[in-house]
């Protein structure tokens, strides 16, 4: 019996240290339950049983997280996970490295009048190991001379975070804004994660999501611990240009990815009055008003989502694609729902969660509210899909899979024609 005993006192020991020494960061601080919701009636209706069968160009090129088309020279310019921007010829569908970034590239866009610059976050991959160490950021490339420079690298101290906030916390723009000359290590830190971007139709401010600024923060399997517990970590920075100046935008968000500024919601002065963005692991898109009458309000465009929604994208009608990068499950919702059961998950290996193959997006009307298209492909050809981007030959669908080959594209459905 005494050896029984000691042997059951061992097997305590054991279990509590293995549970001790597998605990996760102290900042790994999980939500009170949420409940996703049904998905909409709206959605389910516009959901399609076709399952397109993409083109695939550039077979060369790796999983990559946005592509920009430029029209007047027929390329095409990836970012991708392998470090690299490449260069695709559209007209022949060869592709090649173009230029390799400090880090790891991500959300990109042209800038505004001038398709010779391109704006793209670099951040770090889970998995990958740079050449040398790099600031994350904000960059700049020019296409002409393929030289690379940094725009935004630090951002002022934000406030402390509000676990309990249901809908973020907003400041308008102009609000708490420092100029970037006056940052340094006492008001300001490094940008830890910067995943997408978006400009002012008039080029003078960037604005970047940050999903969270955790130790470590990255693409992949970095965000595995902040999926799980649906913290309100995430944050949107603005970037002004012309004024020299920084300025956190909303706070006490849930991953803060896809960013999208509202084209035509501009002012007199041409202040854009609004902009889109997605909460991805919390299966929610928003719009928030930054300036004009109900600046400072936040609008639930979508909840529910059937996926997780990432890049966000408008074709020349002002309708939203939002690109889902894998599907919503059973065990996703009652886990939110269920926080109880994190301190586990949070410790198990995270290869014992198989990566989904589903993918897909959804087209909204320009308003985001109603749902006007939902394609759920099988991941039979293309997964991971990161970012939609709707252009004039077709619509191209980025993804960010690990071992994808290729730049692939979907002709437009019939009711995406009229």
Not at 129 to 150: F, Q
Not at 157 to 184: I, W
Request: some cysteine.
């Amino acid at each position: 019996m005494k050896l029984k005993s000691k042997l059951g006192v061992l097997t305590l020991v054991i279990v509590g240290a293995a549970w001790a020494l597998s605990a996760p960061p102290e900042y790994v601080k999980s939500a009170s339950a949420y409940q996703m919701g049904e998905i909409s009636a709206d959605m389910q209706a516009a959901k399609v049983s076709e399952n397109p069968s993409p083109t695939v160009s550039g077979i060369d090129v790796p999983g990559h997280d946005d592509v920009l088309i430029q029209e007047d020279t027929h390329q095409a310019f990836i970012t991708a996970r392998d470090g690299w921007f490449w260069r695709m010829d559209m007209q022949t569908g060869k592709a090649e490295r173009f230029v390799k970034t400090p880090l790891v590239p991500s959300g990109a866009r042209f800038v505004p009048d001038d398709h010779n610059r391109i704006l793209f976050c670099n951040s770090h991959l889970y998995g990958f190991t740079p050449e040398k160490e790099a600031p994350v950021g904000v960059y700049e490339l020019n296409i002409a001379t393929r030289v690379i420079k940094p725009v935004a690298l630090r951002v002022p101290l934000p406030p402390p975070l509000n676990p309990h906030a249901a809908l973020g916390t907003l400041q308008p723009l102009g609000t708490g804004a420092m100029a970037t000359a006056d940052l340094n290590d006492s008001n300001s830190r490094p940008v830890q994660f910067c995943n997408d971007l978006d400009i002012s139709k008039d080029g003078k401010r960037i604005y970047m999501s940050e999903p969270y600024a955790s130790p470590g923060a990255g693409m992949g399997e970095a965000a595995f611990e902040e999926a799980v517990s649906l913290a309100n970590n995430g944050r949107l920075w603005m970037f002004d240009l012309e004024r020299q100046s920084a300025q956190l935008i909303v706070q006490d968000l849930h991953f803060v990815d896809g960013i999208l500024v509202d084209r035509g919601s501009e002012d007199l002065q041409g202040i854009e009055r609004s902009v889109v963005i997605s909460e991805t692991p919390k299966f929610r898109m928003l719009r928030l008003f930054i300036a004009g009458e109900k600046a400072g309000h936040i609008e639930v465009l979508q909840e529910g989502m059937p996926g997780m929604p990432d890049g966000i994208s408008r074709d020349e009608k002002g309708r939203l694609y939002v690109a889902l990068y894998s599907p919503r499950t059973k065990l996703a919702t009652w886990l939110h729902a269920n926080p109880w059961i994190k301190p586990l998950i949070l410790r198990l290996p995270h290869s014992l969660f198989s990566e989904q193959k589903q993918t897909g997006f959804v087209v909204l009307d320009p308003s985001g509210k109603k749902v006007l298209y939902w394609l759920a492909h099988d991941g039979s050809q293309v997964r991971g899909i990161s970012k939609v981007l709707p252009e004039k030959d077709g619509i191209y669908l980025a993804s960010f899979a690990k071992d994808n080959h290729g730049v692939h594209r979907i002709e437009y459905p019939r009711n995406l024609k009229d």
